[in-house]
T-cell receptor, first 110, second 115 residues
Framework: SQQGEEDPQALSIQEGENATMNCSYK?????LQWYRQNSGRGLVHLIL?????REKHSGRLRVTLDTSKKSSSLLITASRAADTASYFCAFTGGGNKLTFGTGTQLKVEL | DAMVIQNPRYQVTQFGKPVTLSCSQTLNHNVMYWYQQKSSQAPKLLFHYYDKDFNNEADTPDNFQSRRPNTSFCFLDIRSPGLGDAAMYLCATSRDRAASTDTQYFGPGTRLTVL
């Protein structure tokens, strides 16, 4: 399967702590994106990192990409209860199809 | 000001009874996608339209069809729903088909229940 693998599958932290989730993939990629999905809702695009970039920031989000290890990580700093959601990595290879990872369920407790 | 709208949000149908899910967009994007997402799984692409050009994924069952009568609307038809078709169906759009650079905008999804 070309699907991305994410770990951990589930993560529970306290508000204010940082949350890190990881994505690994098997193919060569053009870019890698991260999406958030609140329970029972659609996906919201968070950030895109290109294959020639190593790190990218957006607000409290920090994404890294290591193409030699075929892996990416998403760091959410100073987490809030509103960050509770599922987070998916998604990537494109040679074609135009977006392939999603298996997702990490993040729960931020007060 | 919703950009990708899906109706209905919840749909209940009977085994074998045809059902149509609707998606509309106000973004004037060229590409519209349909994904199937089963519980606790990643979204799986069923097919997409690039303008009027229909592109089916190789492993999408024949039971699933789609129509795009104009730029704004796209429909997902399930001809004979089975119990295994119960899922969240997500519609998405992008300006162009270059998934390497384009962001996809998702609707809220339609949750389909098959009785």
């Amino acid at each position: 399967s070309q699907q991305g693998e994410e770990d951990p599958q589930a993560l529970s932290i306290q508000e204010g702590e940082n949350a890190t989730m990881n994505c690994s993939y098997k193919t060569s990629i053009n870019n890698l994106q991260w999406y958030r999905q609140n329970s029972g809702r659609g996906l919201v695009h968070l950030i895109l990192i290109r294959s020639n970039e190593r790190e990218k920031h957006s607000g409290r989000l920090r994404v890294t990409l290591d193409t030699s290890k075929k892996s990416s990580s998403l760091l959410i700093t100073a987490s809030r209860a509103a960050d509770t959601a599922s987070y998916f990595c998604a990537f494109t290879g040679g074609g135009n199809k977006l392939t999603f990872g298996t997702g990490t369920q993040l729960k931020v407790e007060l | 000001d919703a950009m990708v709208i899906q109706n209905p949000r919840y749909q209940v149908t009977q085994f074998g009874k045809p059902v149509t899910l609707s998606c509309s967009q106000t973004l004037n994007h060229n590409v519209m996608y349909w994904y199937q997402q089963k519980s606790s799984q990643a979204p799986k692409l069923l097919f997409h339209y690039y303008d009027k050009d229909f592109n089916n994924e190789a492993d999408t069952p024949d039971n699933f069809q789609s129509r795009r009568p104009n730029t704004s609307f796209c429909f997902l038809d399930i001809r004979s729903p089975g119990l295994g078709d119960a899922a969240m169906y997500l519609c998405a759009t992008s300006r162009d088909r270059a998934a390497s650079t384009d962001t996809q905008y998702f609707g809220p999804g339609t949750r389909l229940t098959v009785l």
